[in-house]
């Protein structure tokens, strides 16, 4: 496009390009400015400026709270132009103790609570900083950081904090950015010391090494981290990974054999009234069938009391059936994103964020140790010129008295610096007494034998590190295992190993049912095992596909002629009443695509499935169940194929008939056995496709059931003539194989 203005004012922009240039400086902002933590002080541009302004306000571990809406007020007004809600909730989540591992901010007022309840508005509550702030900011006087203009240029900020605290990793993160996110939960500050301090000594230490410092993540909440070793392992050794956590809970006996389960703990960032809500939900939906009862006994601590069916229910075995449907157990992502020097996002392992705080503690060490020998070299200066002044009193006064101008003299008779005279003219009258002189020199003394200390300090690289060593262990002192803020509160555990079955069972009350399938896709599940069939009503038009018996703990799928299979849940099926629903209320069946069949699940069976012109597959059916609504594609077709036949593949010995009435017989170990695909041909026909197939045992022979209900048995032997090798087109059935090419026999065994 043409850069000139044209007449009118406008200027032709070329879109793709506008687009491309402001998405990205959108993107990068919130990226840096809005959802990573910086990897060196562990905190977002908000948390950082609530800090300071607090600092500024003068909000010190100690001294008086000021209301929360100074504090929000000042924040916006000086360093954040954004809105005052957004700023007061990051307020309140420092405070809170249930979400910030080592609170930031010392609250005082409703500052909300576990229950997901709001804290009070911002005009009623007060804030000061802790002890872990006051850490944080430590230095920030003394030229430990840089500062930049805030967004109006009237003020300064940091751009990160001193950080004499490892903050990152204390009390974690979590952000959604443009095309990134973060998480990383919170952990014990005493064990990242001990890490930091062996990453001292040890700059190569593997990830092994330091997991036996920092075991796992240790959150506000506490609870019982259930993931095993190796998977907390990969993600500290590359950035990514999860943990389950768990509640802890404990059996309490209330005598004559009854027992209640008492949750204490809750895992991190689950609110205790909607978990309570949702059990209540499950065990009024009948979901819950080992549980009677849930009660909130909390009051300061956490005490949900669950009450069990019956004395004999296994406790273990009712909370597993609570873990797999409530938020009694979660799983944390960990997503180590962070900007690394403040500037770039990187995923991180474990060693490397712990290298980014040690490597900032030397920088801040450094630029500290600087700027005091600056004021020293400066105060050593003055006193300098403070002795001359004492050892040539008389004539200091009588230049200041007599001459016109006495700065100009004092520099030339004295040799003095600019700032020597200045401070000798500045100096009191109070300060010429003998005892002042003495004084000055035991200053000098000891600023010179400080001076010689930061020297040698800035020299030796080991000396740094020894410093920073020390630094280290007195904050681990501070928050060490034996401190009621620094001791661990979460523990690790094996989950303990039950049968799937059982667990399932324990979530649903086992009843059996009718499962029955019309031919227009409606189902229902009808209570009990029901012998006859006939008696079933349908809609106009519509009639019997299929019926079986199932029991309301199985698993059921569905094979349909797009080659997909689709599973369900047999205690989720509709009732009886009326005609049931059409199953494609509850999967996505594409236009066009009907039900083969459907049957329970067994997976340690394998199917054959078999496509219209004849080929096929054998399938685990263990590899066939669908976790979407969408199902899972199993045998591909294309044009006007489609699937057409699912039995099961117990035998050696397939038998196939086609439209054409040609039977084949053939080995089963001709056919491969694959988890997808189009298959291989097992029987060719001039027109027409596949009518039937079904699997058999060659020792026991093949049987079929012709429209009489007469059952008709052959051995191998008598069928010889059939016999043959896959893809064949095979020959006539024998004498009373049924007019209608089918082995009359149920597609898939139902139990």
Not at 487 to 503: G, L, M, Q, V, Y
Not at 561 to 568: D, I, K, L, P, V
Request: proline content about 5%; charged content about 30%.
């Amino acid at each position: 496009m043409g850069e000139q203005l044209i007449p009118g004012g406008i200027e032709p922009v070329d879109l793709r390009a506008a687009l491309e240039e402001r998405y990205l400086a959108y993107a990068l902002s919130t990226i840096t400015g809005r959802a990573l933590p910086d990897a060196r002080d562990g905190l977002k541009p908000v948390h950082r400026r609530l800090l300071y302004a607090m600092r500024q306000l003068r909000l010190d571990p100690g001294a008086g709270f000021k209301k929360s809406a100074r504090v929000v007020g000042d924040v916006i007004g000086k360093y954040h132009p954004h809105g005052d809600q957004a700023v007061y909730d990051a307020l309140v989540r420092l405070a809170q103790e249930f979400a910030a591992r080592y609170p930031l901010v010392e609250g005082q007022g409703n500052f909300g609570n576990v229950d997901g309840d709001n804290p009070a508005a911002m005009r009623y509550t007060e804030a000061r900083l802790t002890e872990v702030a006051r850490l944080l900011l430590d230095g920030i006087d003394e030229d430990a950081v840089d500062f930049r203009e805030t967004y109006d240029g009237e003020e300064r900020e940091p751009i990160v904090l001193p950080g004499a605290f490892p903050n990152l990793l204390a009390n974690g993160a979590s952000g959604i950015a443009v095309g990134m996110a973060t998480s990383i939960p919170p952990h014990n500050a005493a064990e990242l010391c001990d890490a930091a301090l062996y990453l001292i000594k040890h700059p190569g230490a593997g990830v092994d090494k330091l997991m036996e410092m920092v075991p796992g993540p240790d959150f506000p909440t506490g609870g019982v981290i259930v993931e095993d070793r190796a998977a907390l392992r990969e993600a500290y050794a590359t950035g990514r990974g999860g943990v389950r956590l768990r509640a802890r809970w404990e059996k309490e006996e209330q005598g004559r054999g009854t027992y209640v389960v008492v949750v204490t703990e809750i895992p991190y960032q689950v609110q205790k009234s909607r978990l309570i809500e949702r059990i209540a939900e499950l065990l009024q939906a009948k979901r819950l069938p080992l549980l009677e009862d849930v009660r909130d006994e909390s009051t300061d601590d956490v005490r949900i009391v669950l009450e069990p069916r019956a004395r004999t229910v296994d406790p273990a075995l009712l909370m597993e059936s609570l873990f797999k449907l409530t938020e009694l157990e979660t799983r944390f992502s960990f997503n180590m994103n962070v900007l690394s020097k403040g500037v770039t996002p990187t995923v991180m392992p474990l060693a490397a964020l712990l290298r980014e705080w040690l490597d900032h503690r030397r920088t801040v060490l450094l630029r500290r140790s600087r700027h005091r020998a600056g004021q020293i070299r400066h105060r050593l200066e003055v006193l300098g010129g403070y002795l001359v002044a004492y050892l040539n009193l008389d004539e200091v006064i009588r230049i200041i008295r007599h001459e016109d101008e006495p700065k100009a003299e004092l520099m030339r008779a004295f040799r003095l610096t600019d700032l020597q005279a200045e401070s000798i003219l500045n100096m009191r009258l109070r300060n010429l007494r003998r005892l002042e002189e003495t004084e000055i020199k035991s200053e000098h003394e000891a600023l010179t034998g400080e001076l010689s200390q930061i020297d040698a300090l800035l020299g030796s690289e080991a000396k740094q590190w020894q410093t920073i060593g020390w630094e280290i262990g007195e904050v681990r002192k501070t928050f060490g295992p034996n401190t009621a803020l620094g001791r661990r509160r979460t523990s690790f555990a094996d989950a303990p190993a039950h049968d799937e079955k059982a667990i399932e069972h324990a979530m649903i009350e086992r009843e059996p049912i009718t499962v029955v399938v019309s031919a227009k896709g409606w189902i229902r599940a009808m209570k009990g095992h029901l012998a006859d069939f006939s008696a079933l009503s349908f809609k106009e038009g519509d009639a019997l596909k299929t019926a079986f018996h199932a029991e309301t703990t199985d698993r059921l799928l569905a094979f349909s002629t797009a080659g997909r299979f689709y599973t369900f849940a047999a205690d989720k099926l509709p009732g009886a009443r009326g005609h049931g629903e059409p199953l494609r209320l509850m999967a996505d069946l594409a236009d066009g695509e009907d039900i083969v069949t459907m049957f329970t699940h067994r997976p340690e069976r394998k199917l054959l499935l078999v496509s219209t012109e004849g080929r096929g597959f054998v399938v685990s059916e263990g590899e066939v169940a669908a976790n979407t609504r969408k199902g899972k594609q199993v045998l591909n077709v294309d044009g006007a194929d489609e699937a057409r036949i699912c039995v099961a593949a117990a035998g050696d010995r397939v038998a196939i008939i086609g439209e054409n009435r040609k039977l084949l017989i053939f080995p089963l170990d001709q056919v491969p056995e694959m988890p997808r695909g189009k298959g291989v041909r097992l029987q060719r026909y001039k027109e027409g496709g596949v009518a039937d197939a079904r699997i058999f045992d060659g020792k026991a022979g093949l049987t079929w059931i012709d429209s009489s209900g007469r059952t008709f048995a052959r051995s191998l032997d008598e069928l010889r003539d059939w016999q043959g090798d896959r893809a064949q087109a095979g020959r006539l059935p024998p004498t009373g194989f049924p007019r209608s090419n089918s082995f009359g026999t149920p597609p898939v065994p139902s139990g």
